[in-house]
């Protein structure tokens, strides 16, 4: 598993109604063989995550690929 097929299944699994009028603009700057840099953005009802770096997210969150898959693993 990759962090890249990680972050696009978020979009897939998002749950508007729980997400009820948050908005954010995550940026996850995941480093490893297994990692990239991701931006998860959550708005009117949508959730989009795209690759890259996002200058303008309002919180960044940086990480090894093996830590980030083991707290997506359990």
Same mark, same amino acid.
């Given at each position: 598993?990759?962090?890249?097929?990680? #972050?696009?299944?978020? @979009?897939? +699994? #998002?749950?508007?109604?729980?997400? $009820? /009028?948050?908005? @954010?603009?995550?940026?996850?700057?995941?480093?490893?063989? +297994?990692?990239? /840099? #991701? &931006?998860? @953005?959550?708005?009117?009802?949508?959730?989009?995550? &795209?690759? $890259?770096?996002?200058?303008?997210?309002?919180?960044?969150?940086?990480?090894?690929?093996? &830590?980030?898959?083991?707290?997506?693993?359990?």
């Amino acid at each position: 598993m990759d962090c890249r097929t990680l #972050f696009h299944a978020m @979009a897939e +699994r #998002f749950d508007p109604v729980a997400a $009820g /009028d948050w908005t @954010a603009t995550i940026q996850f700057n995941v480093s490893g063989p +297994r990692g990239g /840099d #991701f &931006t998860v @953005a959550v708005g009117d009802g949508v959730c989009t995550v &795209t690759e $890259g770096d996002d200058p303008a997210a309002t919180s960044r969150v940086a990480v090894a690929d093996d &830590t980030w898959l083991g707290i997506v693993d359990g």
